[in-house]
């Protein structure tokens, strides 16, 4: 199959891009608090110009055809405040913690009853169906910069159904911008998610980690750990 990759896809809405980052309000109310020799408005809008320069290198996967898309342009955001922090002389394992706190301020802004229905959302027959038709069309299409994912069948009992990622956007792009160290951190964002909507998310690797493949696996009644923190830094 002949897939189309657009480079002109986020340069021509980058004004809007910009637009976004600028409602990233868990951005400065995060960094207030870990950052205290200069001004959050600072560096937010040093990652501000970090991001317009970061616009034109995110990878053409699909756009709006692909659900992942979005996520590619939040975690470039991400990875804007990163190299920011990072020359700043911020270590690691803070920025991580930081970006994740940014990540639970954002997902505990919904109210509760939405996310328990995403949650049994996820469960129903429609939800696994959705996961399975866009593990098939990532497979299909293809993209160099994007997702490869394969459906799993549960058994009922240790887990009811997955997805094995083969591939990851993230790691490919967070890779060729010198950030591996950062990547495995954004992986704990599954866990925040998930466990506020209470599905019983589960995984043993990632790709980040240097695994052959992300195990994502949901069990429902499940308990899903917390996302920090991550497991090498306990």
């Given at each position: ?10 340069t ?27 001004p959050?408005?600072?560096i ?67 109210p ?123």
């Open positions: 199959m002949t897939i189309e990759i657009r480079d002109d896809y986020y021509s809405q980058k004004e809007k891009l910009l637009r976004d980052f600028g409602r990233a309000k868990r951005f400065s109310k995060v960094l207030a608090l870990h950052v205290d020799d200069q959050s408005s600072a937010i809008q040093e990652t501000r110009q970090e991001f317009e320069r970061l616009i034109p290198k995110i990878p053409y996967i699909g756009g709006k055809a692909n659900n992942l898309t979005q996520d590619l342009i939040d975690c470039t955001m991400l990875l804007a405040l990163y190299k920011v922090l990072k020359s700043e002389g911020f270590p690691s394992e803070e920025i991580g913690k930081m970006v994740i706190e940014m990540e639970q301020r954002r997902v505990h802004s919904y509760r009853f939405v996310l328990k229905l995403f949650g049994k959302g996820i469960h129903s027959p429609l939800g696994k169906n959705r996961l399975k038709k866009a593990a098939d069309k990532q497979r299909e299409d293809r993209y160099p910069g994007g997702w490869v994912s394969v459906y799993v069948e549960g058994d009922g009992e240790e887990f009811d159904f997955g997805i094995d990622y083969l591939e990851c956007g993230l790691c490919k792009f967070f890779h060729q911008q010198g950030a591996d160290e950062f990547t495995p951190y954004l992986c704990q964002f599954d866990y925040v998610q998930q466990r506020a909507m209470r599905t019983g998310f589960f995984r043993s690797m990632t790709l980040a980690e240097g695994a052959e493949r992300c195990d994502f696996r949901w069990k429902r009644g499940g308990e899903t750990r917390a996302g920090w923190p991550p497991t090498w830094v306990e």
